[in-house]
């Protein structure tokens, strides 16, 4: 079956500039998670939303990040102005209530 | 806040020896995940551990938790190269439900 599904795949942008990331999780999978990865680093909490739960920001690093998600199903990443600092691999993973996470292959951001 | 460390960082070692690598978190928590990132790729799932004293085992990796020292190992018996990676743990947070991953350790198996 479909997989996570995350676009684009790759994007470059210059700094100032605002980019929005899409994630298309697994049908009903009620967890969704974003995440960051640097270069040779370990996965960085974002934001997390469960069901119709209020969404857990607590990861976001500043206010130039937000998220939403569409009824319960496709997430936009979107930062603003964005950075240097903010290029990295932006990962999202979908799972089903307290199972294993299922996660895309990542949109690489580079920021110029 | 949650935190989890991971040691070692990294790890290389040879063909047919054996290892541990180690996950410690800092709250109370009821469940452990270890994923696998290879080069370039996105991580895929290993174990699930729910409970004090759950062992999982799959080929020459096996994964334990001890949910009262808030310690999970990976234990790698006669390493092959094809276990070369990137090992994650990532631990549910009991108050808040959100995941939080260890730094990662790379594992380098030498022939």
């Known amino acids: 079956g479909a997989g996570v599904s995350q676009s684009p795949s790759n994007k470059v942008t210059e700094k100032g500039k605002d980019v929005e990331l899409r994630c298309d999780p697994i049908s009903g999978h009620t967890a969704l998670y974003w995440y960051r990865q640097s270069l040779g680093q370990g996965l960085e909490f974002l934001i997390y939303?469960?069901?119709?739960?209020?969404?857990?920001k607590s990861g976001l690093p500043s206010d130039r990040f937000s998220a939403e998600r569409t009824g319960g199903s496709v997430s936009t990443l979107t930062i603003q102005r964005t950075q240097q600092e903010d290029s990295a691999v932006y990962l999202c993973a979908s799972s089903p209530y307290n199972s294993p996470l299922h996660f895309g292959n990542g949109t690489r951001l580079t920021v110029t | 806040e949650l935190k989890v460390e991971q040691n070692p960082l990294f790890l290389s070692m040879q063909e047919g020896k054996n290892y541990t690598i180690y996950c410690n978190y800092s709250?109370?928590?009821?469940?452990l995940y270890w994923y696998r990132q290879d080069p370039g790729k996105s991580l895929e799932s290993l174990f699930v551990?729910?409970?004090?004293?759950a062992v999982k085992q799959e080929g020459r990796l096996m994964a334990s938790l001890d949910t009262k020292a808030r310690l999970s190992t990976l234990h790698i018996t006669a390493a092959v190269h094809d276990l070369s990676a990137t090992y994650f743990c990532?631990?549910?947070?009991?108050?808040?439900?959100?995941?939080?991953f260890g730094q990662g350790t790379t594992l380098q198996v030498k022939p």
């Open positions: 709250t109370t928590s009821d469940r």
């Open positions: 551990l729910l409970s004090n004293g």
């Open positions: 939303f469960q069901g119709n739960s209020a969404p857990d």
């Open positions: 990532a631990v549910v947070s009991s108050n808040t439900g959100k995941l939080i």
